[in-house]
């Protein structure tokens, strides 16, 4: 064979090859879809364990968190696919909300969350677990966690990520139906933040007078503990409805 003619389907070749590889690590690796697919969820990164991140939710067990007043029960809870699920499905669970076994002041919360389509549910912060208190919501405010087809998801005071019966969404955010939502939850001596998707939603100032007087002009001033202190619990409420968390971590500040 002609050296020109082996010469130039030799660099034909090659080029191919490389055509070939670099398409198909863009297909592969490249995509968002794709990326998301490989991510690796429940573990903390080097970087985030130098920060002072704790998992609150290891993947595989239920480890940290019990059932409120309740914590040898056979609960609704259960570790689905790497995921905090609720089981709504068998009635011979015990229904009730879910709270940390420690208790936290000064913090970061992130995590990530779904829920179906009409799904209701929310994140306690602050809750008292008390005998006499029967429920996490009758201390603990809300982050109001809501599916876009639930009938009360046009209500201002009752959207995602708003503090629930209080504050309309500071800034307009809808949550990602069928998809992963991201919620952080930031507290310092009393004053809280709270974000959807990135996008702050809520401000407060739970040591304030002021707070205290928003107390009273809701159905929630019946509960003597509601709203009362600025260190607690942090619970998932189990509203009926399924809901998926992962990625569950904290840092004390």
Known sequence: MNKKIFGSILVVVILSCKTEKKEQETNTWRTKKEAMENAVHNQLLEVEK??????????????????????????????EDGT?????KNESLSAGDLVTDTSYSNYELLLEWKVVGNGNSGIFIN?????????????????QILGADHMDYDVPVK???????????QNKVEVKQGDWNRTRIKQVDGKIEFYLNGILTAEEDLGSDEWREKIKGTHLSKYPEFGKTTEGKISLQYWYFETWFRNIKIREL
Do not use: I, K
Request: charged content about 20%; hydrophobic content about 35%.
């Open 50 to 79: 130098e920060q002072g991140w704790e998992l609150l939710f290891d993947g595989e067990t239920l480890d940290g968190w019990h059932l409120y007043n309740d914590p040898t029960a056979d609960s609704v809870w259960e570790v």
């Open 84 to 88: 905090l699920h609720s089981n709504t």
């Open 127 to 143: 809750v008292q677990e008390l005998p006499d208190v029967p429920t996490a919501w009758q201390s603990g405010p809300e982050y």
């Open 159 to 169: 959207r995602p990520g708003c503090l629930y019966a209080f504050l309309p969404q």
